[in-house]
């Protein structure tokens, strides 16, 4: 079937450090691999997506990779800065069956001045 | 941003009672999609629509029903709300197709609260 799974959180930073949030994931087809931000109290964003193998994508200085052979899509950023503080989600669309989407639990970042 | 919006966007009500959540949209997406949110289980499919008066159940459907008799409103009723179903429930929506039209946009949730 299909399925997420990303590290736990919360992950806490100081600006301008490194970010990697890693997401590993099962899946039947050939699904897209998205990531979503949520801030408090506001519904999930697209923050940045990848349709095939190897494709990257990126957004606001972040950065993901399919990578087909590990099945993962970490989420990846150089430098943080304290407005980045939001829950992330990685998720897969499984576009064959009406594109439902298999969501992550979620990782909290909190980044600190 | 994609025109979803949800009502009512904050809820508290009594166990045992009804409760409808509605969902509207304005892109004209064939897909429609309504999850809950809980801590430490991200989001969860209750149920989806692919069309009007097309729908089905996911992964947690029991307590929920849902009907859709315009493209543009997905209703979520809570038959008998119990204090398991306080959650933050948000709708979304996607087009249908493959590719970079797979996203799916959400609203902005709605908070519901069954003492």
């Not at chain 1, 964003?45 to 990126?58: E, H, I």
């Not at chain 1, 430098?79 to 639990?105: P, T």
């Not at chain 2, 409808?20 to 999609?33: A, P, V, W």
């Amino acid at each position: 079937g299909n399925s997420v799974t990303q590290m736990e959180g919360p992950v806490t930073l100081s600006e301008e450090a490194f970010l990697t949030i890693n997401c590993t994931y099962t899946a039947t087809g050939y699904p897209s691999l998205f990531w979503y931000v949520q801030y408090p109290g506001e519904g999930l964003q697209l923050l940045l997506k990848a349709t095939k193998a190897d494709d990257k994508g990126s957004n606001k200085g972040f950065e993901a990779t399919y990578r087909k052979e590990t099945t993962s899509f970490h989420l990846e950023k150089g430098s943080v800065q304290v407005s980045d503080s939001a829950v992330y989600f990685c998720a897969l669309s499984d576009q064959g069956n009406f594109n439902k989407f298999y969501f992550g639990s979620g990782t909290k970042l909190n980044v600190k001045p | 941003d994609a025109g979803i919006t949800q009502s009512p966007r904050h809820k508290v009500t009594e166990t045992g009672t009804p409760v409808t959540l509605r969902c509207h949209q304005t892109e004209n997406h064939r897909y429609m999609y309504w999850y809950r949110q809980d801590p430490g289980h991200g989001l969860r499919l209750i149920h989806y629509s692919y069309g009007v008066k097309d729908t089905d159940k996911g992964e947690v459907s029991d307590g929920y029903s849902v009907s859709r008799s315009k493209t543009e409103d997905f209703l979520l009723t809570l038959e008998s709300a119990t204090s398991s179903q306080t959650s933050v429930y948000f709708c979304a929506i996607s087009e249908s197709g493959s590719g970079d039209i797979q996203t799916q946009y959400f609203g902005p949730g709605t908070r519901l609260l069954v003492l």
